[in-house]
């Protein structure tokens, strides 16, 4: 009986130890390989970060401190209004020009929006401006301007005449920061 009872008992036990211990423990590994997979894919992911950090980190490196001062200064990361009304001032001045009736309005949303949603990284400020000039400074005024390190879109112009060669000319420019 003895010889019978124990190869039951044994096999008993293995099921057992199989399903009480074996079988859950072997899960636990499972779920542990797949989270290691994970880490590690995520490890290797921040390792090729790292790489691309440190790339556009020399690369940003070997830039002059003249070119990074252009840079700001073509798209600045906040609005210099100021700054933007000095620079055009001295501009003007080059032609015997002087700025009048300075104003400085936030761009319309519907013009933020013809190019895509309000999630941009640039915002845009409208300066608007009056000088008085005789046709031909104006025009170098107005070549200045566009050849200038600072984004400006010219978006209004309107004229008068004046008595002489002189005429008053009404400018409106849009120009650009990061957010």
């Given amino acids: ?23 859950p423990t072997y899960k636990q590994i499972r779920e542990l390989r797949a989270k290691e997979k994970t880490y590690d894919e995520a490890l290797n992911q921040s390792r090729e970060l790292q790489k691309v950090r440190d790339s556009l980190l020399s690369r940003y490196n070997t830039f002059s ?8 200064k073509l ?9 933007l009304i000095l620079d055009i001032d001295s501009i003007a001045s080059k032609y015997n020009m002087r700025t009048r009736n300075v104003t400085i309005s936030k761009a319309s949303s519907e013009d933020a929006n013809v190019i895509g949603s309000n999630q941009s990284e640039v915002d845009s400020v409208v300066l608007s401006f009056s000088v008085t ?37 009404n400018i409106s420019i849009k120009t650009y920061w990061l957010k």
């Fill in 75 to 83: 798209l600045p990361d906040h609005v210099d209004n100021v700054r």
């Fill in 1 to 23: 009986m003895i010889r019978l009872a124990t190869p039951i008992i044994l096999v008993i036990v293995a099921f057992g130890l199989f399903f009480g211990y074996i079988d």
């Fill in 133 to 169: 000039a005789t046709y031909d400074n104006f025009i170098k005024f107005i070549k200045d301007l566009e050849s200038s390190l600072r984004i400006v879109d010219l978006v209004g112009l309107s004229f008068s005449a004046t008595e002489g060669e002189a005429f008053n000319f």
């Fill in 65 to 72: 401190k003249q070119d990074l001062d252009r840079l700001k």
